[in-house]
Nanobody
């Protein structure tokens, strides 16, 4: 099972930018889809962005072109570049890996806080 470590969170003013990183170990990184999810207080966890092993990207509707997910297989790492941050982006952000092979095992990081203030 993968071990994941998120970094790069923190506090930023509205309109600012942050880049989250996810370092993955314990699995063959290139055989895993990588996802970023978030959960705000009192709300359900939701998909922020996802990138396949072939580089196909998928975003939550609320992203509206503000965020960009990427992966660097040589470094076993994934990134989430977040621009034009809004107060509504305040949440815990979680990195997730999912194997492309059955049983499609998922692993989750502990999460990292992002706070956007106006």
């Amino acid at each position: 099972q993968a071990q994941l470590a998120e970094s790069g969170g923190g506090s930023v003013q509205a309109g600012g930018s942050l880049t989250l990183s996810c370092a993955v170990s314990g699995v063959t990184f290139s055989f895993h889809t990588i996802g970023w999810y978030r959960q705000a207080p009192g709300k359900e966890r939701e998909l922020v962005a996802r990138i396949s092993t072939t580089g196909l990207e998928d975003y939550g509707d609320f992203v509206k072109g503000r965020f960009s997910i990427s992966r660097e297989n040589a470094k076993n790492s994934a990134f989430l570049q977040m621009n034009a941050l809004e107060r509504e982006d305040t949440a815990f952000y979680y990195c997730m890996t999912e194997s492309i092979f059955t049983p499609y095992t998922q692993s989750w990081g502990r999460g990292i806080r992002v706070t956007v203030s106006s």
